[in-house]
């Protein structure tokens, strides 16, 4: 049965805390009495400190988890020992039996008979002796690290080691949908120990679509964090703590389903701000300003894009230059004003957030727009992807698209660049199909392209740490990380190419890309 994973993101090694708090643990404090008088604690609470156990009696009891194994272990013990005395005991009256019947026992019957009772005890006989007489030779270990006869040491440590996160760990995160389950799942991938596990994973109340990692903490004191924005089906954006495992709610969230309302008809302002409202339908993309921290960016169903100011948990703006859904966004790298997104109405838009009204673009293509993202290695271009299968590069100065490529045959979902590798671009497609191309100096050639088996692919992102390692998300199959570096091809053109570790900031950046132009439109029909 297939789990489509529909959305994905990175977070960088060093970032999450070694020892992720419990949410069970920090529910003590917050326990609630519901409407029986009965008291409710943290989830997994009890079932993490005791097991329950169920006598014959119908008894319940508890036992704590350390000292349970050891208890079982006793009793498996008893047990055998008391089932080989049983079977001792009845092949000892079957023998006896057979012989009499075949005249090979000659002794007098009742001899025998008196003999049979010395040697072989009544069970009332046996309900007398003591259990520590019939259990003198059983060997009890209290540890089973000193049983010869276990050889399948405990979990527990191997858990430890799991539930630590080390500094040279990355969490790839993921949306996946089982039916009518959707979770948020905390991968572990170590790229020195080639290990990739679920560490875990939180339940969501709604279908996710877009993930974004982020440090803001609304907190007084100003740390930083380690959280991460969820789009879904509804118009709220919920913010999760992934330093707290067993979440049983957001840390806070944007937006409020009560705004959902119709539309109403009238002159439609290019933005709206002081009064601008949150979303009235699904959220599709979001983005992290990175050098303005409190702000975050999200496109919606409801055709506007929305500046939330995370440190008053309310929106601050409300762009409405798109006719129909934007499904994708992302503020510029080093430009804390400048902001691209691309919607169903065939248009990037590329906003001067400072005064979005006035300083605007816009760009016409031949079909929805699916994916757009800056190049970090040339500021001033960014990429966008099409629903009829292509990639095209633009200079925000510039009017024409420096190429047009025909990438895929259907829509491009995922359009990733490598963190540190100029010019090695990775698409993905519903065509199941993955490619890596090259395209420094602006002439984009194919290097690889792979089947990834994994159905029609919705997601791609790339490793901030790892040049060469993206995470792809399909409709099964789950989650896939690749390392493209172990491909041949890839080694040849990319393997002497010159690594960049970008900064937070860039003085390459080209100085207001966006408020050099002044409500420009270009079309790029192909």
């Not at 097991?51 to 350390?66: F, G, H, K, Q």
């Not at 199909?433 to 029609?456: A, E, F, N, Q």
Request: glycine share 6%; proline share 4%.
């Amino acid at each position: 049965m297939s789990c489509p994973v529909t959305c994905a993101a990175w977070v960088r090694c060093g970032v999450a805390k070694e020892t992720p708090d419990k949410e069970f643990g920090m529910q003590k404090d917050r326990n609630t009495v519901n409407s029986a008088g009965m008291t409710s604690y943290g989830a997994h609470s009890i079932e993490t400190s005791e097991m329950s156990l169920r006598s014959s009696a119908d008894v319940e009891c508890t036992i704590p988890s350390t000292e349970f194994l050891a208890y079982r272990i006793v009793a498996m013990k008893i047990l055998s020992f008391l089932d080989v005395a049983q079977f001792t005991r009845d092949g000892a009256d079957g023998n006896d039996e057979s012989q009499t019947a075949d005249g090979m026992n000659v002794a007098n019957p009742g001899t025998a008979e008196a003999s049979h009772k010395n040697e072989h005890p009544s069970d009332d006989e046996l309900g007398d002796l003591k259990l520590g007489d019939s259990l003198a030779t059983l060997s009890v270990y209290g540890s089973n690290e000193h049983d010869p006869y276990i050889t399948l040491k405990t979990t527990e440590q191997y858990e430890q080691e799991d539930f630590l996160i080390k500094p040279s760990d990355n969490l790839v995160l993921c949306g996946r949908v089982d039916k009518d389950f959707c979770s948020l799942e905390v991968h572990v991938y170590n790229h020195e120990e080639n290990s990739f596990y679920v560490h875990h994973d939180i339940i969501l109340p709604a279908y996710p679509l877009s993930l974004e990692w982020l440090n803001f903490d609304p907190s007084p004191d100003e740390s930083l964090g380690n959280y991460v924005a969820v789009g879904n089906m509804t118009p709220v954006i919920d913010i999760w703590d992934l330093d707290i495992v067993e979440s049983l709610e957001p840390v806070f969230s944007l937006g409020n389903k009560k705004e959902q309302k119709k539309k109403k008809k009238g002159k439609k302002n290019l933005s709206s701000e002081g009064t601008a409202k949150g979303h009235t339908d699904a959220v599709l993309d979001l983005s992290w300003n990175k050098q303005s921290r409190n702000v975050l960016a999200s496109g919606s169903a409801d055709n506007t894009v929305v500046l939330w100011d995370m440190s008053v948990g309310k929106p601050a703006a409300s762009l409405m230059l798109h006719t129909d859904k934007v499904q994708t966004l992302q503020f510029h790298p080093f430009e804390t004003q400048t902001l691209i997104s691309g919607s169903y109405d065939k248009s990037a838009v590329l906003y001067d957030c400072r005064n979005p009204q006035e300083n605007h673009r816009v760009w016409r293509f031949s079909g929805q727009v699916e994916r757009v993202t800056w190049n970090h290695f040339s500021p001033c271009n960014f990429l966008a992807s099409t629903e009829d299968g292509f990639v095209y590069c633009l200079d925000a100065r510039s009017d024409k698209p420096l190429f047009t490529l025909k990438a895929h045959d259907e829509e491009v979902s995922g359009l990733q660049l490598s963190s540190q590798i100029k010019g090695c671009l990775v698409t993905s497609s519903a065509d199941k199909y993955v490619k890596i191309w090259d395209i420094l100096g602006d002439r984009p050639s194919l290097i690889h392209s792979r089947d990834m088996k994994m159905g029609v692919l919705f997601c791609a992102a790339s490793c901030p740490d790892f040049p060469f390692v993206f995470a792809f998300g399909g409709e099964r199959e789950g989650l896939r990380v690749w390392d493209i570096s172990k491909i041949s091809a890839v080694n040849e053109v990319f393997g002497n190419r010159e690594r960049h570790v970008l900064a937070s900031a860039s003085s390459a950046a080209c100085s207001s890309t966006a408020s050099s132009s002044n409500d420009l439109e270009t079309a790029m029909e192909s």
